[in-house]
C-alpha cells in the first residue's frame, strides 16, 4: 500500500497543480499544445530509448510472457474497439486509440517498483519486459493504424503513410532503443545523461498537461464516457493476461503473477499524449488516468492480495 501510494499521490498533485494553473490563468490553452508537443516529439522519445536501452534483451527475453502480453493487447484493443463501434459508432482511428488507453499501463513508474515491493527483486525482471512490450507493441502499434487512418481521409494512402512513419518519432525511438539493446552498445556518458534528464521530465510534464485539459471541462460526463476503457484496463486486459498464462503460454508462477499484475496497471499518461498528438479521445483518456489510477488503489491491492495467497 506504501508503495501504491508514493506513486499515486504525487500523480494527482501534478494533474491537480495543472487545473489549478488553468483555472488561475496561470497556464492557457496554448501551454497545453505546446507541452504536449515537447512531451511528443523530445522527453517520451528519449525515455523510449533510455528504458529500452538499459534492458539487456538478451537476458530477460521469455517468449511465452511477451506471446501472453502481445496477444492480452490485441485482444483487449479488438474487444474495445468492437464495443466502442457498436456503442458509439467510432471508426478505425477511435477504436485505435480506445485500444490504446485501455492497454498502456503505468507499468515503469508504478508497476516496476510494486511488483518489486511485493515479490522480491526476481520480479524486476518480467515487470521490466512488460514495458519492453508496452514500448514496442502498442507504440508501434498505435502510431501504424492512426497514421494508416489518417493517410486514408487525405487521400494517398500508401505515400502518405509511410511518410508520416518515417518521420515519427515514436518509432525512431523503439527502433533505437531495441538497437542498443540488442547489441549492448553502450551511450556515451553525456547521450546517455541527456536523454535521462529529457525522458524523465515525459511523466509529469503529461500529468500537467491532463490537468490543464481537465480544466473547463464537464468531468462529470467525461469520467462517464471513459468507463469502456477504464473496466478494460482494471479488468479485462488482466482477466486475459491471466487466462493466456494458465491455458496457452504456460509461465512459472512469478512471471505469470507480474503478468498479470502489470496488465491490471492503471492507464500510464504516455496514452493522454498519443490522444493529444491525434486530436483523438482526449477526454477519454484524461479521465481513464484519473479513474483506473484512483481505483488502483483498491484494486491493486485486491489482485496482491489473491496472488499473493494463491
Same mark, same amino acid.
Given at each position: 500500500?506504501?508503495?501504491?501510494?508514493?506513486?499515486?499521490?504525487?500523480?494527482?498533485?501534478?494533474?491537480?497543480?495543472?487545473?489549478?494553473?488553468?483555472?488561475?490563468?496561470?497556464?492557457?490553452?496554448?501551454?497545453?499544445?505546446?507541452?504536449?508537443?515537447? @512531451?511528443?516529439? +523530445? !522527453?517520451?522519445? /528519449? =525515455?523510449?530509448?533510455?528504458? *529500452? #536501452?538499459?534492458?539487456?534483451?538478451?537476458?530477460? %527475453?521469455?517468449?511465452?510472457?511477451?506471446?501472453?502480453?502481445?496477444?492480452?493487447?490485441?485482444?483487449?484493443?479488438? @474487444?474495445?474497439? +468492437? !464495443?466502442?463501434? /457498436? =456503442?458509439?459508432?467510432?471508426? *478505425? #482511428?477511435?477504436?485505435?486509440?480506445?485500444?490504446? %488507453?485501455?492497454?498502456?499501463?503505468?507499468?515503469?513508474?508504478?508497476?516496476?517498483?510494486?511488483?518489486?515491493?511485493?515479490?522480491?527483486?526476481? !520480479?524486476?525482471?518480467?515487470?521490466?519486459?512488460?514495458? *519492453?512490450?508496452?514500448?514496442?507493441?502498442?507504440?508501434?502499434?498505435?502510431?501504424?493504424?492512426?497514421?494508416?487512418?489518417?493517410?486514408?481521409?487525405?487521400?494517398?494512402?500508401?505515400?502518405?503513410?509511410?511518410?508520416?512513419?518515417?518521420?515519427?518519432?515514436?518509432?525512431?525511438?523503439?527502433?533505437?532503443?531495441?538497437?542498443?539493446?540488442?547489441?549492448?552498445?553502450?551511450?556515451?556518458?553525456?547521450?546517455?545523461?541527456?536523454?535521462?534528464?529529457?525522458?524523465?521530465?515525459?511523466?509529469?510534464?503529461?500529468?500537467?498537461?491532463?490537468?490543464?485539459?481537465?480544466?473547463?471541462?464537464?468531468?462529470?460526463?467525461?469520467?462517464?464516457?471513459?468507463?469502456?476503457?477504464?473496466?478494460?484496463?482494471?479488468?479485462?486486459?488482466?482477466?486475459?493476461?491471466?487466462?493466456?498464462?494458465?491455458?496457452?503460454?504456460?509461465?512459472?508462477?512469478?512471471?505469470?503473477?507480474?503478468?498479470?499484475?502489470?496488465?491490471?496497471?492503471?492507464?500510464?499518461?504516455?496514452?493522454?499524449?498519443?490522444?493529444?498528438?491525434?486530436?483523438?479521445?482526449?477526454?477519454?483518456?484524461?479521465?481513464?488516468?484519473?479513474?483506473?489510477?484512483?481505483?488502483?488503489?483498491?484494486?491493486?491491492?485486491?489482485?496482491?492480495?489473491?496472488?499473493?495467497?494463491?
Amino acid at each position: 500500500m506504501d508503495t501504491l501510494l508514493t506513486a499515486i499521490v504525487p500523480a494527482f498533485s501534478l494533474i491537480a497543480i495543472g487545473y489549478g494553473a488553468a483555472r488561475l490563468n496561470i497556464l492557457g490553452p496554448a501551454i497545453f499544445e505546446a507541452l504536449n508537443k515537447f @512531451v511528443y516529439y +523530445l !522527453a517520451m522519445p /528519449a =525515455l523510449l530509448i533510455g528504458s *529500452l #536501452a538499459a534492458v539487456p534483451a538478451g537476458e530477460i %527475453i521469455n517468449w511465452n510472457f511477451i506471446a501472453a502480453f502481445t496477444v492480452g493487447i490485441i485482444v483487449t484493443w479488438l @474487444v474495445v474497439g +468492437l !464495443a466502442g463501434r /457498436a =456503442l458509439f459508432g467510432d471508426g *478505425l #482511428a477511435d477504436g485505435a486509440m480506445r485500444g490504446v %488507453i485501455a492497454s498502456y499501463g503505468n507499468n515503469g513508474y508504478l508497476g516496476i517498483p510494486l511488483a518489486a515491493a511485493a515479490f522480491g527483486e526476481a !520480479a524486476i525482471v518480467p515487470a521490466s519486459l512488460s514495458v *519492453l512490450v508496452n514500448s514496442v507493441v502498442i507504440m508501434t502499434g498505435a502510431v501504424l493504424i492512426l497514421e494508416f487512418s489518417r493517410a486514408r481521409a487525405t487521400g494517398g494512402v500508401l505515400g502518405s503513410t509511410g511518410k508520416a512513419l518515417v518521420s515519427n518519432p515514436l518509432l525512431w525511438a523503439v527502433v533505437i532503443g531495441l538497437v542498443l539493446s540488442a547489441t549492448g552498445a553502450v551511450m556515451p556518458l553525456s547521450i546517455e545523461r541527456i536523454f535521462a534528464l529529457l525522458g524523465q521530465a515525459a511523466a509529469p510534464s503529461a500529468l500537467v498537461a491532463i490537468g490543464l485539459f481537465l480544466s473547463g471541462r464537464p468531468v462529470a460526463k467525461l469520467l462517464a464516457s471513459a468507463s469502456l476503457t477504464s473496466v478494460a484496463k482494471l479488468a479485462l486486459f488482466p482477466l486475459i493476461v491471466w487466462l493466456l498464462t494458465l491455458y496457452v503460454f504456460p509461465l512459472e508462477p512469478l512471471w505469470a503473477t507480474v503478468a498479470v499484475l502489470m496488465a491490471g496497471m492503471p492507464v500510464g499518461a504516455n496514452a493522454f499524449v498519443i490522444a493529444g498528438h491525434y486530436g483523438l479521445r482526449l477526454g477519454d483518456a484524461s479521465a481513464a488516468i484519473v479513474v483506473t489510477t484512483a481505483i488502483s488503489l483498491v484494486s491493486l491491492s485486491l489482485m496482491l492480495i489473491l496472488m499473493s495467497n494463491g
